[in-house]
């Protein structure tokens, strides 16, 4: 089991920035992915970012340039840093860590991110 807490969402205005975090602890295994995806009201959930243990990296095409994920392998933690905030990256923020090996997945509790126009 792998438990998942997140931290870092809130309100932010347009052209703002904010940066969420997740801690993973548990049973961590070395090759893991860990990432974010959103979910909208009234939208299916979409990967944001994701980062391997090894860095690499993929982004959603539309937050590319804008934000920036990186962990932090020491604390099993991994980072979102998201800046020039749109409206439209307004969602709950969903923190997801996936053994590559075995192919399990867990969710963290998510984050409300909302950005005012």
């Known amino acids: 089991q792998v438990q998942l807490v997140e931290s870092g969402g809130g309100l932010m205005q347009a052209g703002g920035s904010l940066r969420l975090s997740c801690a993973a602890s548990?049973?961590?295994?070395?090759?893991?992915?860990m990432g974010w995806f959103r979910q909208a009201p009234g939208k299916q959930r979409e990967l944001v970012a994701r980062?391997?243990?090894?860095?690499?990296?993929n982004y959603a095409d539309s937050v590319k340039g804008r934000f920036t994920i990186s962990r932090d392998n020491a604390k099993n933690t991994v980072y979102l840093q998201m800046s020039s905030l749109k409206p439209e990256d307004t969602a709950v923020y969903y923190c997801?860590?996936?053994?590559?090996?075995?192919?399990?997945?867990?969710w963290g509790q998510g984050t409300q991110v909302t950005v005012s126009s």
């Open positions: 548990g049973s961590i295994f070395k090759l893991n992915a």
């Open positions: 997801n860590w996936v053994d590559l090996l075995r192919g399990t997945n867990y």
């Open positions: 980062i391997t243990t090894t860095g690499t990296t």
